[in-house]
Every structure is written in structure tokens, then in C-alpha cells.
């Protein structure tokens, strides 16, 4: 990689991030992947000189695949998508290591792609990895056709255990064989060929390099052998090792945070507490009486929601409900949909963002950042308040104590099953917008009533 690393000079990256996001020192980089994470999109210096000297090692080597790690996981889905731009021999597969989908680097043309990519590809996270959780890896899935995917127990690294050696083996099996086929007068219909034999494929490795290395370096797979932790998104749940108990039925909904999936029609803006139902689709109801779409039924349900709504209600707040709409994961997305269906005043400002954080304790201890979404989290500030240890929960922290889905927690902690504290920033505006437990739903309200019935600490916690 040809980016060295300002704290180490014996490090290199893919690119390098301007004062702004990082100040270049290392007890600082979680908070910059916290914080790249809340974003959508960030300044990547020095990206594209990478992919050209990637493509120019490409081009000039005789490669079957190509591996990324971190940093580099994300260069290979953008290289996959830079080279069909411009027409150029695909590698055979793929395989990313703990990237993230979003955010994407600015002022990439062909990245993220319009379609999913025809290459086989696989995509391996670890569980325990508190730098880039699983959800933001997940939503690479998006990017490529029929995914494979493997997880490990571990954190931020490469895994080596013999288990996930064999989920890789099983994953390059195919080509191995392609290889031998060729080596044997057979027809190689990928980009890279093997020769002198039935060799295993060549991979061109994309992940940080100590300093003087002046090329990716080059793995040989081993011979292949079985191993049954390798599945597409649809075998995810029975083929990677259980979560526990309390999140094993969470899996699928987890896999499909990533995914556009088929979305129920956007409705219009509602009269005061009351909600318009989807024109079309299948519905279902609850003990509130609220029609659901088949979707917003699976794991973990709209229970949130439903408590949502009976605590406005409760405390006879005014407010506007939107939904079905189509599921929006970013606060852009919902910003557009809300204009879309004629809600008046909606900026980007407007949205009340949710961050579920863990602050540090013998016993747990949960706090709801809540800010205008165009704005970001001050990691120093709010572990000025809340100790330095504070950290974003995980996924399967946000399903447990919020009881909905990442993207969707609403900014009343009075709605989640786990006892939270609220701290909200005190520039949040007068009326206030958000998904409310479902990512298919939002609600719009007062600031004045969001504070009544939330009962918040209000601290400045933003940039």
C-alpha cells in the first residue's frame, strides 16, 4: 500500500484522512471509525493513486482473485467496479475481510455500483470486532451478486484457525478445479490462468503492508477441502456458528438490514395520531390494532413501535405517523421519503438521530445519543460526560435493548425493553422527525413534547 501511516512509519494504508475526520494518532482511530461510520460518504486521500497502482500490478501480473482486509475490503469492491467501468478482464472472485458498505468514499464514479456485480465473491467478519461491527460489513452484501458469507468468533484481523482456513478452501474449491481443468487442456473462462499444472489460484492481496513492500503480495491457496461454514445469504442462519440464544432468531432480519429488499409503497402524511395503511400488500394485525406489512412482522416484530405509540398516546402528544413507506437506512433516504409524501419543513436537520451507545460500568449501562442528523457526535464530548470508555453498541446490543432493528431506534428510550438514558443535544430543532422502531415507519413532533415525554439530559454533545 503506498500510503505510510502518521503515527508508524513501518505502516502503510490505502488512503489517509484529512485533520478534519483524524488527527493521525493511534489511540484516536476508534473514534474515527465511529465517527466515518455515522456518516455517509468521507474524503478518501489518495484513493484513486491506489487503485492505479493496484490495476497497474493487475494488468501486469497474471492473478485469479483478489483479497482485501479492512481498508482494503473496500478497495476491492471499488476495483471490481472500476475495472467493468472500464471494460477490463474481471478477477475470477473476490474476497473482502472486514470492510464496511457505507460510507463510501467521494468522488468515486463507478462506486457503489448500480447493480449487484456478477463475481463470486465471499465476505468474512468477526463477531467480537468492536471497530467495524458486523452490520457495516454486512452492507457490502449489497454490492455483489449471491454473496457468500463467513463469520468467526474473533475481532479486527484476519482469521487463521483451521475452521476459517476450511470456510476459505471451500470458497476456491471451484476455481482450484477450473485451474486443474485448464492445466489439462480444459478452456479457462477467467481472467487468470494457471500454468505449470493444477496450481492454486493466485490472489492479489489488498490489505495495509509493512513499508517496502512494492506490491501486493501473492498467496497460494492450499488444496482444497470441505468445510460447512460457507453459505449464501439465505444459508446464513444454519450455517455459521449460533449466536446466543436470545439473538439466534435475529440472524435473518440482521442479513436483510443491508438489503433494498421489495418496498411497500410510500403513503401520505397522516392526520394527528392517526396512520394511513399501505394501498397494497400483505397485512397483518397486532394487539393495538395497527395493519403491518409482512415484513415489519419479522423478528424482532414491532413491539418497540407499538410501545412507541402507546406512550405518545398516553401523554396525549400531537404528532404525525408515516407508513408504510419504503424502508430507508440512511437519514437521507428518510429525509426523501418524508418530502416525497408531502411532509412540509423536512431538512436533513430535522432528524432526530439515535446513537445507542455502551458507557463503561461493572454493570451495564446504556445511553441513547440523540442529534440532528446533519450533524455529528462528538466522541470527546460525550466521553467527557459519560467516561472513555464509551463505545456504539453492536448490533445485537441495539436488537436487545432497544428491540428493533439497527437504522430503525427511535429517540424515546421510555419505548426500548432495556432501561437507557437519554442524552440529547441542545440544538435538536422544533419539530423533529424519525423512524420509529420500524424502518417502514416515521413520526414527526414537537421538540417542546419530545422533552415531556422523553425527560432527556440535554448536553452539547456535537461537533
Given at each position: 500500500?503506498?500510503?505510510?501511516?502518521?503515527?508508524?512509519?513501518t505502516?502503510?494504508?490505502?488512503?489517509?484522512?484529512?485533520?478534519?475526520?483524524?488527527?493521525?494518532?493511534?489511540?484516536?482511530?476508534?473514534?474515527?471509525?465511529?465517527?466515518l461510520?455515522d456518516?455517509g460518504?468521507?474524503?478518501?486521500q489518495?484513493?484513486?493513486?491506489?487503485c492505479?497502482f493496484?490495476?497497474?500490478e493487475?494488468e501486469?501480473?497474471?492473478?485469479?482473485?483478489?483479497?482485501?482486509f479492512?481498508?482494503?475490503?473496500?478497495?476491492?469492491?471499488?476495483?471490481?467496479c472500476?475495472?467493468?467501468?472500464?471494460n477490463?478482464?474481471?478477477?475470477?472472485?473476490?474476497?473482502l475481510?472486514?470492510?464496511?458498505g457505507r460510507?463510501?468514499?467521494?468522488?468515486?464514479?463507478?462506486y457503489?455500483?448500480?447493480?449487484?456485480?456478477?463475481l463470486?465473491s465471499?465476505?468474512?467478519?468477526?463477531?467480537?470486532?468492536?471497530?467495524?461491527?458486523?452490520?457495516?460489513?454486512?452492507?457490502?452484501?449489497?454490492y455483489?451478486?449471491?454473496?457468500?458469507?463467513?463469520t468467526?468468533?474473533?475481532?479486527?484481523?484476519?482469521?487463521?484457525?483451521a475452521?476459517?482456513?476450511d470456510?476459505?478452501?471451500?470458497?476456491?474449491?471451484?476455481?482450484?478445479?477450473?485451474?486443474?481443468?485448464?492445466a489439462?487442456?480444459g478452456?479457462?473462462?477467467?481472467?487468470?490462468?494457471?500454468?505449470?499444472?493444477?496450481?492454486?489460484?493466485?490472489?492479489?492481496?489488498?490489505a495495509?503492508?509493512?513499508?517496502?513492500?512494492?506490491?501486493?503480495a501473492?498467496?497460494?491457496?492450499?488444496?482444497?477441502?470441505?468445510?460447512?461454514?460457507?453459505?449464501?445469504?439465505?444459508?446464513?442462519?444454519?450455517?455459521?456458528?449460533?449466536m446466543?440464544a436470545?439473538?439466534?432468531?435475529?440472524?435473518?432480519?440482521?442479513?436483510?438490514?443491508?438489503?433494498?429488499g421489495?418496498?411497500p409503497?410510500?403513503?401520505?402524511s397522516?392526520?394527528?395520531?392517526?396512520r394511513?395503511?399501505?394501498?397494497?400488500?400483505?397485512?397483518?394485525?397486532?394487539?393495538?390494532?395497527?395493519?403491518?406489512?409482512?415484513?415489519?412482522?419479522?423478528?424482532?416484530?414491532p413491539?418497540?413501535y407499538e410501545?412507541?405509540?402507546?406512550?405518545?398516546?398516553?401523554?396525549?402528544?400531537?404528532?404525525?405517523?408515516?407508513?408504510?413507506?419504503?424502508?430507508?437506512?440512511?437519514?437521507?433516504?428518510?429525509?426523501?421519503?418524508?418530502?416525497?409524501?408531502?411532509?412540509?419543513?423536512?431538512?436533513?436537520?430535522?432528524?432526530?438521530k439515535?446513537m445507542?451507545?455502551?458507557?463503561?460500568?461493572?454493570?451495564?449501562?446504556?445511553?441513547?445519543?440523540v442529534?440532528?442528523?446533519?450533524?455529528?457526535?462528538?466522541?470527546?464530548?460525550?466521553r467527557?460526560?459519560?467516561g472513555?470508555?464509551?463505545?456504539?453498541?453492536?448490533?445485537?446490543?441495539?436488537?436487545?435493548?432497544?428491540?428493533?432493528?439497527?437504522?430503525?431506534?427511535?429517540?424515546?428510550?421510555?419505548?426500548?425493553?432495556?432501561?437507557?438514558?437519554?442524552?440529547?443535544?441542545?440544538?435538536?430543532?422544533?419539530i423533529?422527525?424519525?423512524?420509529?422502531?420500524?424502518?417502514?415507519?416515521?413520526?414527526?413532533?414537537?421538540?417542546?413534547?419530545?422533552?415531556?415525554?422523553?425527560?432527556p439530559?440535554?448536553?452539547?454533545?456535537?461537533?
Amino acid at each position: 500500500a503506498p500510503h505510510v501511516l502518521p503515527f508508524d512509519p513501518t505502516l502503510r494504508g490505502w488512503w489517509s484522512y484529512g485533520p478534519e475526520l483524524w488527527d493521525g494518532r493511534a489511540e484516536t482511530i476508534q473514534a474515527l471509525a465511529e465517527q466515518l461510520l455515522d456518516s455517509g460518504e468521507f474524503q478518501a486521500q489518495g484513493f484513486w493513486e491506489s487503485c492505479e497502482f493496484v490495476l497497474k500490478e493487475w494488468e501486469a501480473g497474471n492473478y485469479d482473485g483478489i483479497l482485501g482486509f479492512s481498508q482494503g475490503a473496500i478497495l476491492v469492491a471499488a476495483l471490481c467496479c472500476e475495472m467493468q467501468r472500464r471494460n477490463l478482464a474481471p478477477p475470477r472472485f473476490a474476497v473482502l475481510i472486514a470492510g464496511f458498505g457505507r460510507p463510501v468514499p467521494s468522488g468515486v464514479e463507478a462506486y457503489p455500483p448500480k447493480a449487484p456485480l456478477k463475481l463470486p465473491s465471499l465476505h468474512i467478519w468477526g463477531r467480537g470486532d468492536d471497530h467495524i461491527p458486523g452490520w457495516a460489513s454486512e452492507l457490502m452484501l449489497e454490492y455483489f451478486e449471491n454473496p457468500k458469507v463467513y463469520t468467526h468468533e474473533g475481532g479486527h484481523f484476519v482469521p487463521q484457525k483451521a475452521p476459517d482456513v476450511d470456510a476459505i478452501r471451500e470458497f476456491l474449491a471451484p476455481f482450484m478445479k477450473e485451474g486443474a481443468a485448464v492445466a489439462n487442456g480444459g478452456k479457462n473462462g477467467g481472467s487468470g490462468t494457471s500454468k505449470g499444472g493444477a496450481k492454486a489460484p493466485q490472489v492479489a492481496a489488498a490489505a495495509p503492508k509493512k513499508q517496502g513492500s512494492s506490491k501486493p503480495a501473492i498467496a497460494q491457496a492450499s488444496p482444497a477441502s470441505p468445510a460447512p461454514h460457507v453459505g449464501g445469504r439465505a444459508e446464513r442462519k444454519a450455517s455459521t456458528p449460533p449466536m446466543s440464544a436470545q439473538f439466534e432468531e435475529l440472524a435473518g432480519p440482521l442479513a436483510a438490514y443491508k438489503s433494498n429488499g421489495s418496498s411497500p409503497p410510500a403513503t401520505g402524511s397522516t392526520d394527528t395520531a392517526q396512520r394511513q395503511d399501505a394501498a397494497s400488500g400483505p397485512a397483518s394485525h397486532t394487539n393495538t390494532g395497527e395493519a403491518y406489512i409482512e415484513a415489519e412482522l419479522l423478528p424482532p416484530g414491532p413491539g418497540t413501535y407499538e410501545r412507541l405509540l402507546g406512550h405518545l398516546r398516553q401523554h396525549n402528544v400531537d404528532f404525525k405517523l408515516l407508513g408504510p413507506h419504503p424502508p430507508c437506512r440512511t437519514s437521507e433516504e428518510a429525509m426523501q421519503v418524508r418530502l416525497d409524501a408531502g411532509w412540509q419543513g423536512v431538512t436533513l436537520a430535522s432528524g432526530a438521530k439515535a446513537m445507542m451507545l455502551r458507557a463503561p460500568g461493572v454493570e451495564e449501562n446504556w445511553v441513547l445519543a440523540v442529534l440532528p442528523a446533519d450533524r455529528k457526535l462528538s466522541w470527546k464530548k460525550i466521553r467527557a460526560i459519560k467516561g472513555k470508555a464509551t463505545r456504539m453498541a453492536t448490533e445485537e446490543e441495539v436488537f436487545r435493548v432497544a428491540g428493533c432493528l439497527p437504522g430503525s431506534v427511535p429517540p424515546i428510550t421510555k419505548a426500548f425493553p432495556v432501561p437507557t438514558e437519554c442524552v440529547v443535544d441542545a440544538t435538536i430543532p422544533s419539530i423533529i422527525n424519525f423512524n420509529c422502531g420500524l424502518k417502514t415507519r416515521s413520526i414527526s413532533m414537537s421538540k417542546e413534547d419530545y422533552l415531556r415525554v422523553e425527560e432527556p439530559s440535554v448536553w452539547d454533545i456535537v461537533d
